[in-house]
């Protein structure tokens, strides 16, 4: 078991930059991989960045590849997702998800495939 509380979302102009951060309890951190989706009012939830147990490997949509960097802190048992140039699309309830599979640092796995989810932190860009 692992608790994750992602936090850092806010309202913002189109072409700002926001860090979300997701802090881990537990002792297992660098066991996870570790992903970032998001989920618009109406739309399925999509991920955005997928990184490896030692953070070695990313994966990115091409919604964002370019725009968004995702990295960890095993020290920290957190997981970061900068975010730049944002833009309405971004718009969202941003969630970090974690899981043990091995799949999950093969590439934008669904949803599904994680076993850890944190609470979601809102994002709001206004054009």
């Known amino acids: 078991q692992v608790q994750l509380v992602a936090s850092g979302g806010g309202l913002v102009q189109a072409g700002d930059s926001l860090r979300l951060s997701c802090a881990a309890s537990?002792?297992?951190?660098?066991?996870?991989?570790l992903g970032w989706f998001r989920q618009a009012p109406g739309k399925e939830k999509e991920i955005v960045a997928a990184i490896s147990r030692s953070g070695n490997k990313t994966d990115y949509p091409d919604s964002v590849m370019g725009r968004f960097t995702v990295s960890r802190d095993n020290a920290k048992s957190t997981v970061y997702l900068e975010m730049n140039n944002l833009n309405a699309d971004d718009t969202a309830l941003y969630f970090c998800?974690?899981?043990?599979?091995?799949?999950?640092?093969?590439?934008?796995?669904?949803?599904?495939?994680?076993?850890?989810w944190g609470q979601g932190t809102q994002v709001t860009v206004s054009s």
């Open positions: 998800a974690a899981g043990y599979k091995a799949l999950l640092t093969t590439g934008l796995v669904r949803a599904a495939q994680y076993d850890y």
């Open positions: 537990g002792n297992n951190f660098g066991a996870y991989a």
